[in-house]
């Protein structure tokens, strides 16, 4: 089974930062992978598929890329509702794994 | 609307069993694949079973594998989990979701608590 590893596990940056979140898959599949976002006390909601489409109505300074065994969510500009915890998604078949989450907080 | 909610959750003590429902409306059941997705207090999500529209192909992650049984009853539009030899690490919330073929999921029910303890 293919293993979903994201880094970091947890980071820290001011309202207006980049940021970068990083998932890697133990081998390539295509790419068939989403990134969900998900705030406490909620449940998940997607935000990007197919790797790098971003899902209607997600804010645009949202964006996804990578392939083969290395993607990437990025936040251009965090905004202080992006407090939340990240979850990259494979999802071509079972089992559809997820990594182990970034949890994202404002300096 | 699409709607899933799931129901079955509680306490019970380690070794015992529980059977999840998630009833489904709003969209046409039969015509879509669907998952249990779990996440421990405090945890990650975790994708525990999938099952295919008919029932006929099920899949389980190596933690389950072997005391739960994923099943659905398209006549009543409602997805189960039979859970048994429950055991503490099995505390989670077990969430039902839509799962479209070749996409993400796209629906997801609120959650059911499920607490193992003695």
């Known amino acids: 089974d293919i293993q979903m590893t994201q880094s970091p596990s947890s980071l820290s940056a001011s309202v207006g930062d980049r940021v970068t979140i990083t998932c890697r898959a133990s081998?390539?599949?295509?790419?068939?992978l989403a990134w969900f976002q998900q705030k406490p006390g909620k449940v998940p909601q997607l935000l990007i598929y197919?790797?790098?489409t971003l899902q209607s109505g997600v804010p645009s300074r949202f964006s996804g890329s990578g392939s083969g065994t290395d993607f990437t969510l990025t936040i251009s500009s965090l905004q202080p509702e992006d407090v939340a915890t990240y979850y990259c998604?494979?999802?071509?078949?079972?089992?559809?794994?997820f990594g182990q989450g970034t949890k994202v907080e404002i300096k | 609307e699409v709607q899933l909610l799931e129901s079955g959750g509680g306490l019970v003590q380690p070794g015992g069993s529980l059977r999840l429902s998630c009833a489904a409306s709003?969209?046409?059941?039969?015509?879509?694949?669907m998952t249990w997705v779990r996440q421990a207090p405090g945890k990650g999500l975790e994708w525990i079973s999938s099952?295919?529209?008919?029932?006929?192909?099920?899949n389980y992650a190596d933690s389950v594998k072997g005391r739960f049984t994923i099943s659905r009853d398209n006549s009543k539009n409602t997805l189960y989990l039979q859970m048994n030899s429950l055991r503490a690490e099995d505390t989670a919330i077990y969430y039902c979701?839509?799962?479209?073929?070749?996409?993400?999921?796209?629906?997801w029910g609120q959650g059911t608590l499920v607490t193992v303890s003695s």
């Open positions: 979701v839509k799962t479209p073929y070749g996409a993400p999921f796209d629906y």
């Open positions: 709003g969209f046409t059941f039969s015509n879509s694949a």
């Open positions: 099952i295919n529209t008919n029932g006929g192909d099920t």
């Open positions: 081998q390539g599949f295509s790419n068939s």
């Open positions: 197919a790797a790098s």
């Open positions: 998604h494979k999802y071509n078949h079972a089992p559809r794994t």
